[in-house]
């Protein structure tokens, strides 16, 4: 039998419960929307402060491209009037005797008013071209035949009895490419033939491919009509003015929409995002694109929030959900990497560091061709040793990040290929790994080629690379049993931060 004041006790106590209970999960619930915002609003700043950036840089390019066309075409249209040039047309074209002297005074007046062109070509009412300042093999040749013939150059020659313009192609006379200004003759109302001004693409290139004050990724080029691109790739060494085919969403939608941006995959495969417009000179069109790298935003905006994200990202890696695999047996095999050591790896051959416990294990793998594995002792660099330890320590101490990836950033590849690079870190701990990703992402590193592999549970780590397989395995020790792991089991820190800003 339970009394009334029991009851009524129990009630209270059951009724300040379930108010304990709402409470709890009104905070929760509270937080989880106050969490969404503040990611929300996180997406929604770095997508809006990337675009923005991009226009401005867009914007600039633009600008300064169609003011070097504005200033050549004043040069180009006041040809037509220049009455040393007409002089010697007339009298070039009618096969006048001139001796070496006039031609010299030619080409120093070329040089004089026409500089800002590469060639000037004097061109009769036929196409035969009878004179040109450099006398490339298009000298003494008729621009409407044979292989000629099929160059923009000679459809534009007929297309207008007014100034034209040729937009850039591959111009074989000269070996390179090229665009020209067409300035038709006129002698007594009668079409007399064409002054032809080439202009080299080499300016153009200079304006786009100069990236002073830009990011380590943030890249701009044009687009012609064609799909190809005509400035030159920062990513890929060889030139790629009217080589590289662009066909990416922002190429397609700036053909119909003019103007925009949006987050694509470009010519590269890589993850940008990417702000575009179409625009026209003359009778040509071209497509100006400035995109940045995803990965890149994503780094910048971890080390404007190193701090918070730190506490994220190691509390992500603690609670993630891995099921490695329990061995029995430990495999000894290939080059052993000792404490405060590092060694190269090529394909066939396999290195394996053991006992990571206080200190850290560092890899960095170029996948199919080499790796380093390198064992960090807790007088290196990164575990951030006070003034008086390192006077201490004096030559004993080491800075193996540092000191390895610029190695292997100066002899082992080139700079295109530097993000085809992966970065391991492997500890029990998080001591070394703050310093250490602030020493990848001061040599250009982003957050989506480093990997953090932490365990906290575990006494020690051994790991075990093997560059034939591209494999790179964890083994952790926990209390007399080891469990193994791919390296490739964890998330790369870029994807870490992102999966927190679109949360």
């Not at 060639?119 to 036929?126: A, N, Q």
């Not at 007014?162 to 000269?174: A, G, H, I, L, R």
């Not at 992500?316 to 790896?345: C, Q, Y």
């Not at 000191?403 to 993000?419: A, I």
């Amino acid at each position: 039998m339970t009394c009334s004041g029991c009851k009524k006790g129990c009630i209270l106590q059951s009724s300040k419960s379930v108010t304990l209970g709402l409470s709890v999960l009104l905070v929760a619930l509270i937080s989880i929307v106050l969490v969404r915002q503040m990611s929300e609003r996180h997406n929604i700043d770095i997508n809006f402060n990337t675009f923005n950036y991009l226009k401005k840089i867009r914007e600039e390019k633009k600008r300064q491209t169609l003011k070097y066309f504005s200033d050549i075409e004043k040069s180009a249209v006041s040809i037509a009037h220049d009455e040393i040039i007409h002089g010697f047309f007339n009298k070039l074209r009618s096969n006048t005797t001139i001796n070496r002297n006039s031609v010299a005074s030619l080409d120093r007046h070329f040089i004089e008013k026409y500089s800002s062109f590469y060639d000037l070509l004097m061109v009769d009412s036929s196409g035969f071209v009878f004179h040109s300042i450099r006398q490339e093999a298009d000298y003494r040749k008729n621009l409407l035949q044979g292989e000629l013939k099929h160059t923009k150059l000679a459809k534009h020659l007929t297309e207008s009895n007014t100034t034209n313009f040729s937009d850039f192609e591959y111009y074989y006379p000269s070996g390179e490419s090229a665009a020209f200004f067409i300035v038709p003759v006129e002698e007594r109302s009668e079409h007399s033939g064409w002054l032809i001004l080439q202009c080299a693409i080499n300016r153009v290139n200079t304006i786009l491919t100069n990236r002073e004050q830009f990011g380590r990724t943030v890249e701009v080029y044009l687009v012609n009509n064609d799909d190809l691109m005509i400035s030159d790739s920062r990513f890929i060494e060889d030139q790629t003015i009217l080589k590289l085919k662009i066909e990416t969403e922002s190429v397609k939608h700036a053909r119909f929409e003019k103007i925009g941006e949006e987050v694509i995959y470009d010519y590269r495969g890589a993850k940008v995002y990417s702000s575009f417009e179409k625009f026209n000179y003359f009778n040509t069109s071209w497509v100006i694109i400035a995109e940045i790298d995803e990965a890149e935003v994503v780094t910048n905006y971890y080390q404007k929030h190193k701090r918070h994200l730190n506490e994220y990202i190691l509390l992500e890696l603690k609670n993630m959900t891995h099921t490695p695999i329990e061995v029995t047996r430990l495999s000894h095999e290939g080059g052993k990497v000792d404490v405060n050591e590092w060694f190269k790896a090529l394909p066939g051959e396999t290195l394996q560091t053991t006992g990571v416990s206080t200190c850290t294990a560092y890899a960095i793998e170029y996948p199919g061709r080499f790796g380093y594995l390198a064992h960090i002792s807790t007088m290196d660099a990164v575990y951030g040793m006070s003034g008086i330890t390192k006077m201490f320590l004096k030559d004993r101490s080491t800075n193996f990040v540092r000191e390895l990836t610029n190695r292997v950033r100066y002899y082992d590849v080139t700079l295109s290929e530097l993000p085809k690079l992966e970065f391991l870190i492997v500890a029990v701990h998080p001591n070394s790994f703050s310093r250490m990703v602030d020493q990848l992402l001061a040599q250009g590193i982003e957050l989506d080629q480093i990997r953090f592999a932490y365990n906290p549970l575990a006494q020690s780590a051994s790991v075990h690379m093997d560059i034939h397989s591209d494999r790179t395995s964890i083994i952790w020790h926990l209390r007399g049993r080891h469990f193994i792991e791919s390296a490739h089991d964890y998330e790369t820190l870029g994807s870490i931060v992102k999966k927190h800003v679109s949360a």
